[in-house]
């Protein structure tokens, strides 16, 4: 069975500052890995996802994330945050051929001004 | 395009009423997903469909839930007696058929508020 694992329930980081939301995953084959972002009163947006191409995925508003095997990471970075990047984020794995998707607990993302 | 559209927004009930949430996936999408979202339990799969057809009700809490998908473009998600416990967020989700690493397309979700 595959899991991921978001440490850091909240994190804080003050404008233009780097952002680094960090997802480890747990897989017994190669998996498919998903960064979403839920904004007050929405529901998940796909910031980006890695399906065994690039190493590192480019998604919206700037953000990016490294897969990692070594490590088995998945970590979500943006160089400079805005104010508009305060949201709930969520990493999330899937297996080939399950459509199934395993979500993390989420890291909440506040922006300090 | 539109996205999966999911009806009503708020809900608001008391115990022991039903509750019938809806939704509308996106045209062509062939996986639709109901979820539940609560701050105990974060985010829950509690069943999705292929072609209208249940695929996985694992995550089907208990009996009073049931899911329905009578056509390609319809769902609904019920819960029959409605208990407070049952208070939280329910999304609904879309996905193309395909490979799994097609991402799934989330609705702006149901709050259920059970009194």
């Known amino acids: 069975a595959q899991s991921v694992t978001q440490l850091g329930s909240h994190v804080s980081v003050s404008e233009g500052a780097l952002v680094l939301l960090r997802c480890n995953y747990s897989s017994s084959v190669p998996p498919y890995l998903f960064w979403y972002v839920q904004y007050p009163n929405q529901g998940l947006q796909l910031l980006l996802k890695y399906t065994s191409a690039a190493t590192l995925v480019k998604g919206i508003n700037g953000f990016e994330a490294e897969f990692k095997k070594s490590e088995t990471s998945f970590h979500l970075t943006k160089p400079s945050a805005h104010m508009s990047d305060a949201a709930e984020y969520f990493c999330a794995v899937s297996l080939f051929g399950n459509e199934k998707l395993t979500f993390g607990t989420g890291t909440r993302l506040t922006i300090i001004p | 395009d539109a996205g999966v559209i999911q009806s009503p927004r708020h809900e608001v009930t008391e115990m022991g009423q039903e509750v019938t949430l809806r939704c509308k996936p996106i045209?062509?999408?062939?996986?639709l997903f109901w979820y539940r979202q609560t701050m105990m339990r974060g985010l829950e799969l509690l069943i999705y469909?292929?072609?209208?057809?249940?695929?996985?009700d694992s995550g089907m809490p208990e009996d009073r839930f049931s899911a329905k998908m009578p056509n390609a473009s319809f769902s609904t998600l019920k819960i029959q007696p409605s208990e407070p416990r049952d208070s939280a967020v329910y999304f609904c989700?879309?996905?193309?058929?395909?490979?799994?690493?097609?991402?799934?397309?989330f609705g702006d979700g149901t709050r259920l508020s059970i009194l």
């Open positions: 045209s062509g999408h062939d996986y």
């Open positions: 989700a879309s996905s193309p058929t395909g490979n799994s690493n097609q991402p799934q397309h």
């Open positions: 469909f292929n072609n209208n057809v249940p695929i996985d």
